[in-house]
């Protein structure tokens, strides 16, 4: 009683009211910071073009009429649409792929009485501090044929030893009685597995296919490195040549179906607008799902920071 | 991880007996499932990391694709001197020093502080608020963030109208500016990563005890002080580790972010031992030669951490291994 009043008197005292009111002023405006850049690419990318390029500062409303022009411009790219079928594609295929590798290694390795854990583990554990660099990877990535297949985006990625931890940490946390109780109702090993050590891991299950999905959208380097053939381009590499190297060679900009652009000045301004769509295009995916999957993210770190 | 070390010892001392032929076929039969789903993990960890491990031998090499990895020519250490004694040795080096050493000096600190702040938040709604904002930028792709880099840093953008404002003078595209790139880079990161980087430090918060603060309140502690005298004295062991981690990576640097944002006027400042490998490697196919780069630089990383580890073990409880 008496602390809890020693508390309340205290919460009124003239620094603290300081106190709060500085910390509350300054995070407010860290998190303004923040999320400024993603409010201005999107204001930006329903804004009219010829305004947009002229305007100089902050924007807090879209210039001029909003409108989808942009966005209309680079769905009929059809550059924009294979990049954009390619990511699914390899996001589809790499996220199975990582998950079945990485259940495969956790649960052999989260097995108690396994004699060869150690060597293994050792073999793991030192890829996580060693490794052969970008060259040698590169060199026996083209003599096993990864070169412009698109088994380069799904294979050398397979699997993420850090993830694999993550699960190993999440099986290991399982009463071990659940299991014995399946085995001794009849079930094999890999119906154990199936049907009771999976549906029990469901929120570490979550979090380690929520990490590989974002980092398979997200990838683009070694699809730079190892594919040659446009055709296979995800769309993070064709938007780094469309934002980074600023090659806006877009086959329908200037001569946008729908969409009259009169001047060489117009095109120029399309140009710059289809910067923004892109982006917004390439990131909304990710944003939209994201503040329902925060807390499933949050955990991921937890549980690493246990093992680590 | 330091469990593991103390289990080695009695370990070895049984390993003649543990692993009899008779201890393994008793094992593999009874985990043959285990066995079974191990074997795929293993052919993978092979092939896409250890033989590339296998393909550093080319660092000793005058490596020609036609002839392959076993009949190339040995050169023996050529690639090395010719890196050491080049006019890029002493710049690159340079480069992912100082770009680390900001890192380290603004990027690591930022999260550290940015918990603290948090921790003093007793609004739950506007600390979720900021924490989901500024986790944010984490998920964008690092094609993304560099692509609005670029855009905010044009002529015109509003960063470079900010930075044309402070220094009076006017700038074209700040990218274009070798003295713009590390302050560029470093707090682009910090944007990047501080939310994120600063969870860690917010579940070591959580689970400090509560008598403590009530301890302090009796002794008449303000919120500062509480601050400075358990708070950071609680979570430093976390605080201790990243940076074993951090300072074990100060010759390390990601070559992803550098090669988006870089280019040929601002090689000067940004032009570090990973991109270095990446052109001279990918973009000029001297593979023996960047090899050998990312040897040595391997090799200082390691003997960095390991050495920050050491001094860490011996002065506070804290390593890593």
Redesign the interface.
């Known amino acids: 009683m008496a602390k809890e009043q020693k508390s309340k008197i205290g919460r009124y005292k003239p620094s603290n009211i300081l106190f709060n009111l500085i910390n509350y002023s300054f995070l407010t405006i860290l998190t303004l910071v923040c999320f400024y850049p993603i409010l201005h690419v999107i204001l930006a990318s329903i804004s009219d073009p010829s305004l947009l390029i002229k305007h100089q500062g902050i924007l807090l409303k879209p210039l001029g009429e909003a409108s989808l022009n942009g966005y209309r411009l680079v769905f009929k790219d059809s550059s924009i649409l294979v990049g954009f079928k390619n990511t699914l594609v390899y996001v589809g295929l790499g996220t199975a792929v990582n998950m079945i590798f990485t259940i495969c290694g956790a649960y052999a390795l989260s097995r108690r009485d396994l004699l060869f854990k150690g060597p293994v583990m050792l073999m793991i554990t030192v890829t996580m501090f060693f490794g052969g660099g970008l060259i040698p990877w590169f060199l026996i990535m083209k003599n096993i044929g990864m070169y412009n297949n698109l088994a380069a985006m799904i294979l050398p990625t397979a699997l993420n030893t850090w993830n694999m931890i993550i699960l190993r940490t999440g099986f290991q946390g399982l009463p071990y009685e659940l299991e014995e109780a399946a085995i001794i109702d009849g079930a094999g090993q890999a119906q154990t597995l199936l049907k009771v050590i999976l549906p029990l891991s469901k929120p570490v299950l979550a979090v380690i296919f929520l990490y590989y999905l974002v980092g398979n959208w997200n990838s683009w380097f070694n699809a730079m490195v190892l594919l040659a053939d446009r055709e296979l381009y995800p769309l993070q590499l064709l938007l780094k040549e469309i934002l980074v190297m600023n090659d806006t060679s877009m086959s329908s900009v200037g001569s946008a179906g729908g969409v009259s652009i009169n001047s060489v000045q117009g095109a120029t301004a399309y140009r710059e607008l289809v910067k923004y769509c892109v982006t917004v295009i390439a990131t909304l995916p990710i944003l939209c799902v994201y503040p329902f999957l925060q807390k499933y993210f949050v955990k991921g770190v937890y549980v690493g920071s246990i093992k680590g | 991880?330091n469990e593991r070390i103390d289990m080695k010892a009695p370990?070895t001392k049984k390993k003649e007996k543990?692993?009899t032929k008779d201890?393994?076929r008793k094992?593999f039969k009874?985990?043959w499932?285990?066995?079974l789903?191990?074997v795929?993990?293993?052919i993978?960890?092979l092939?896409?990391?250890?033989?590339?491990?296998?393909?550093?031998s080319?660092a000793f090499k005058d490596?020609k694709?036609l002839l392959g990895?076993a009949r190339s020519k040995n050169v023996g250490f050529k690639h090395f001197i010719d890196f050491f004694t080049g006019p890029y040795f002493f710049r690159t080096v340079k480069n992912t020093f100082l770009l680390n050493l900001w890192g380290l000096a603004l990027g690591f600190t930022a999260p550290i502080i940015?918990s603290l702040?948090?921790n003093?938040?007793k609004n739950m709604k506007?600390k979720k608020?900021?924490q989901?904002?500024?986790?944010?930028?984490h998920?964008?792709?690092?094609?993304?963030i560099?692509?609005?880099i670029?855009?905010?840093t044009q002529p015109?953008g509003?960063v470079t109208?900010l930075v044309d404002a402070i220094t009076g003078t006017s700038h074209g595209s700040l990218l274009g500016f070798a003295s713009m790139f590390r302050p560029i880079y470093t707090i682009s990161g910090i944007?990047q990563n501080?939310?994120?980087d600063s969870?860690?430090y917010l579940?070591a918060m959580s689970s400090i005890d509560p008598g403590l603060y009530?301890a302090a309140?009796?002794d008449g502690a303000?919120?500062?002080k509480k601050m400075i005298h358990i708070t950071i004295p609680q979570i430093m062991p976390?605080i201790m580790?990243l940076f074993i981690f951090a300072v074990g990576g100060l010759m390390a640097s990601g070559?992803?972010k550098i090669i988006?944002?870089y280019n040929s006027l601002t090689y000067e400042t940004a032009d570090v031992i990973?991109t270095y490998?990446?052109r001279r490697?990918?973009q000029e196919a001297s593979?023996s030669f960047?090899?050998a780069v990312?040897?040595v630089s391997?090799i200082v990383n390691?003997l960095l951490?390991y050495i920050t580890n050491k001094i860490a073990k011996k002065h506070t409880d804290v390593y890593v291994f």
């Not at chain 2, 092939?47 to 550093?56: L, R, S, W």
């Not at chain 2, 989901?132 to 930028?137: A, K």
């Open positions: 991880m370990e543990r692993f201890a393994i094992d009874k985990n499932f285990a066995y789903l191990l795929p993990i293993i993978w960890y092939v896409f990391c250890y033989a590339p491990m296998g393909g550093i080319i490596f694709p990895f940015l702040l948090l003093e938040v506007f608020l900021v989901t904002i500024t986790y944010m930028p998920f964008i792709s690092l094609v993304v560099c692509g609005m670029h855009i905010f015109g509003i109208q944007w501080v939310g994120w969870i860690i579940s009530e309140d009796i303000g919120r500062f976390t580790i070559h992803e988006l944002l990973a490998v990446y490697g990918l593979y960047s090899t990312g040897l391997s390691f951490l």
